[in-house]
């Protein structure tokens, strides 16, 4: 029997503008779609502001903890776009302008006939050694250095960077799930599902409410890497559903014969 591969990713996310709400994060979702489709799993997100130290920081606490780590924002032409500078210093390494980087910005704002002002050749820098993610949007490329994969806030642009990452990821087995109907709320199965998670460890079962009109109802979910396990697992919690269903026509009977 082949042993499940398991790759894990976290993600960091960096700006002033997600944290205050004037930016509405739309990368992370994206992340977690194309990665789960990809047999790699995203254990864990970071939000911090436009803070070096803050940056620093996390980005240390996550590059040694998960085999990927990918950064959106903060690589643009402003003061506070400072996600360079930060990586450079978490990996002690020298925050240069990057050769290569700077002759596709010059071509490219040579051909739009703008000016490659000091702004714009700031989105040539990156740490000493950093390989390119290509920019098919508008250019200034990404980088990769060690396990982490930076790249630009702007969700075209991160997308287009993220399409280009993947195929070179090294990807695990991939996560299936079932989802299945609950009638009932949370408070009335929460006891026998927990029993019958602790006797599936290898699922991961979820349970999600939903109030619609006057009742609560849920979506269970139960996800693993064996379709046997899942189906196993999902077998019980319809025999769960059952079973209340059954506990309650028999209370509902006894009350209409009192």
Do not use: W
């Amino acid at each position: 029997m082949s042993q499940d591969i398991v790759v894990t990713a976290a993600m960091l996310a960096i700006g002033d503008e997600l944290l205050s709400g004037r930016t509405k994060d739309k990368n992370i979702g994206h992340l977690a779609d194309l990665l789960t489709l990809s047999g790699i799993d995203l254990k864990e997100v970071r939000i911090v502001a436009d803070d070096e130290d803050a940056i620093v920081e996390a980005l240390n606490a996550l590059r040694g903890k998960y085999d990927y780590v990918f950064t959106s924002g903060g690589i643009g032409p402003t003061h506070d776009d400072i996600t360079a500078d930060a990586i450079s210093k978490a990996f002690g390494l020298p925050c240069e302008y990057d050769e290569a980087a700077m002759t596709l910005l010059a071509e490219m704002y040579r051909r739009r006939e703008m000016e490659f002002t000091e702004a714009r050749q700031r989105m040539a820098r990156m740490p000493r050694g950093a390989v390119h993610i290509a920019n098919p949007v508008s250019t200034a490329p990404g980088f990769i250095i060690g396990n982490v994969y930076v790249m630009a806030g702007v969700p075209q642009v991160f997308q287009a960077m993220v399409d280009n990452v993947l195929p070179t990821l090294r990807t695990g087995t991939p996560v299936l799930s079932l989802a299945i109907a609950c009638p009932y709320g949370e408070g009335e199965i929460g006891t026998p599902l927990t029993a019958i998670q602790k006797a599936h460890p290898e699922t991961s079962i979820g349970s999600y409410p939903r109030y619609i009109g006057q009742k609560f109802s849920t979506e269970i979910v139960v996800r693993g890497r064996s379709q046997a396990v899942i189906d196993a697992a999902g077998a019980e919690v319809r025999e769960m559903i059952d079973a209340i269903g059954r506990r309650k026509d028999i209370a509902e009977n006894h009350s209409a014969e009192a």
